[in-house]
């Protein structure tokens, strides 16, 4: 009864900004590692960024100084800022999440891995 919800695609022109939401609802003990996807038309889906439950981060190297994820742990919504946007950052952005749904999972890291279905963004050329 956990799921995963992306909001906050749009389309904006080049050197825009965006910030896309992943709200995570239904009973969760606790989320360890966010990740954030997209997949642009053609193309592989593609590791955007990521946070784990410290608050550490990673991003690839095609959106390092420009995106920054983070995470509300009290609101179970993590965030992907998108500054100076580009035509290639065009895509669907999914969010997947691993949660531990109960404090027996948490103790014996069992995690249920969470997908959203994906917010779609659109940089005009």
């Known amino acids: 009864q956990v799921q995963l919800v992306e909001s906050g695609g749009d389309l904006v022109q080049a050197g825009g900004s965006l910030r896309l939401s992943c709200a995570a609802s239904?009973?969760?003990?606790?989320?360890?590692?966010v990740n954030w996807y997209r997949q642009a038309p053609g193309k592989q889906r593609e590791l955007v960024a990521s946070?784990?439950?410290?608050?550490?981060?990673n991003y690839a190297d095609s959106v390092k100084g420009r995106f920054t994820i983070s995470r509300d742990n009290v609101k179970k919504t993590a965030y992907l800022q998108m500054n100076s946007l580009k035509s290639e950052d065009t895509g669907v952005y999914s969010c997947n999440a691993d949660v531990h749904r109960t404090y027996s999972d948490y103790v014996s890291e069992r995690y249920q891995r969470l997908w959203g279905q994906g917010t779609k963004v659109t940089v005009a050329v």
């Open positions: 946070i784990n439950s410290g608050g550490s981060t």
């Open positions: 239904g009973t969760i003990f606790s989320i360890n590692r």
